[in-house]
């Protein structure tokens, strides 16, 4: 007999482990509600056409194609199934692929449904994704995305909504974070201006590692991406940017005032703080210049959340862009979106112990059972006690007390409630804490006012 497993990269979930995701999930999504976005799904395979070229070579290769079903050589010459070509077969019987990510459907989605779409279109989504990568620690192919977008509207009032949604999910996980903010039309700006426009991905990647080499090395690294002595001088006030988010604008705006596009980013970075500063944030928001994610598709703001408490990678990204439905034929659809870590948040409640004890959702009460005669007694009463909201099980055999209790002890249930013929004639509840171990005989009323 072959031993039970699952396909490596993936996980099965507890109860417990399940009840602890679906509190981050139901905390995003009354966050999310709040703000008036609304929650779609789309299937968990789309057809190829969709998914290929949109994440680029190294996108295409990680994609799981599903095989078609029914006799698919029929369609197939001798000479193109002895070419081996694994490429070329793969798109002969297979049409579909499971989704890599939320983003690519919702873009399908947003063309296919956008005469019943109205606009700005704010979706949120939370749905399994699938990479055929190389599982390694915290790196799965299956995992979960929390995707929230705003699209349809070009107003930089959606980048201070989606910094107070940030802000309040992790202020109700009880979560320390700051949100870091940088604009892709800045880092546009630093390279044109030091006249290095096509290195700005080596920039960043080489200005982004100041904390961890230090200024020289740095420096060496430049020089390794060959820019010129006089761009890496130009850089240096802006790589050594200190002070407040304020402070640092100024900064930028003396030295990229000759740049077009990096001076509409610092008047988009002003406007979203003029807004923020009215509002009252629990997390730090900090201008950060070495932050570049998504650099091939975001065009305005960039958004990264960090943990400060654990150490651990980012545990929310995201930003503005410009053109997401330009790859289905519909140009035009600007929009900016975040996406919650579900699984890196998981952790980082884990490590730090934050759930709340009530968010498991586990057993408050057992009645023991001690047989037939009490049980009959017993099903309406435990009705009533269900409907006032308490979660509670009749243990169903009439087993010994011994096993019984031992059960409560495994479930971690706090309460056990005990009735015997003296209790069924008095009308009354024998109600045992687990942890103390005191007993009390109490009326149905009063057992339910306990709870």
């Known amino acids: 007999m072959q031993k039970p497993s699952i396909p490596k990269g993936t996980r099965d979930f507890s109860p417990e482990e399940m009840a602890k995701r679906n509190y981050i999930f139901n905390t995003i999504r009354e966050v999310y509600h709040l703000y008036g976005f609304q929650q779609i799904e789309t299937p968990a395979m789309e057809t190829l ?70 606009f700005p279109f704010k979706r949120y989504q939370i749905q399994p994704v699938w990479r055929a990568d190389r599982p390694q620690k915290g790196r799965y192919r299956e995992f979960y995305q929390c995707d929230g977008d705003v699209v349809g509207s070009d107003s930089l009032v959606n980048e201070v909504e989606l ?135 975001y065009t305005g703001a960039i958004f990264e959340v960090k943990a400060l408490d654990v150490q651990i990678g980012s545990i929310t990204g995201g930003g503005r862009y410009d053109n997401l439905t330009g790859v289905f034929g519909m140009d035009g659809v600007s929009g900016v ?64 007390m011994k096993k019984q209790m031992g059960y409560a002890d495994t479930k971690k249930i706090p309460f056990v409630a005990i009735v015997g013929e003296n209790e069924i004639n008095e009308g009354k509840i024998n109600l045992k804490n687990m942890l103390t171990g005191e007993q009390f005989l109490v009326t149905l009323e009063e057992l339910i006012e306990k709870f």
């Open 49 to 118: 056409s969709t998914l290929m070229g949109k994440y680029g070579d190294e996108g295409d290769k990680l994609l799981f194609k599903i095989q078609n079903s029914g006799d698919y050589f029929s369609g197939l010459t001798d000479e193109e199934l002895l070419s081996r070509n694994a490429a070329k077969l793969a798109c002969k019987f297979c049409e579909k692929g499971l989704r890599y990510d939320l983003t690519v459907p919702f873009a399908r989605y947003v063309v296919q449904h956008r005469n019943e779409i109205t």
């Open 163 to 297: 910094i107070q949604i940030m802000d309040e999910v992790f202020r109700r996980f009880g979560i320390r974070v700051c949100i870091k903010m940088n604009n892709r039309k800045i880092l546009s700006g630093i390279a044109e201006i030091i006249g290095e426009a096509d290195k700005i991905v080596d920039i960043t990647v080489a200005i982004d590692k100041l904390d961890k080499i230090g200024l020289d090395n740095v420096n060496e690294e430049l020089r390794s991406k060959e820019l010129s002595e006089d761009a890496i001088a130009r850089l240096q006030p802006i790589i050594m940017l200190k002070g407040t988010n304020r402070e640092k604008l100024a900064i930028l705006k003396k030295e990229l005032a000759a740049s077009e596009i990096a001076m509409k980013g610092i008047a988009e970075m002003e406007f979203i703080l003029d807004r923020i500063e009215r509002l009252e944030l629990t997390a730090e928001l900090e201008l950060d210049l070495t932050l570049a994610r998504g650099l091939n598709y």
């Open 337 to 400: 979106g975040i996406s919650f870590g579900a699984d890196r948040i998981f952790d980082v409640l884990n490590q730090l112990d934050l759930y709340p004890a009530d968010s498991l959702k586990t057993t408050q009460l057992l009645f023991v059972n001690f047989g037939e005669k009490e049980e009959n007694y017993l099903l309406p009463l435990i009705s009533k006690v269900r409907a006032a909201g308490i979660r509670t099980e009749l243990y169903p055999e009439s087993a010994k």
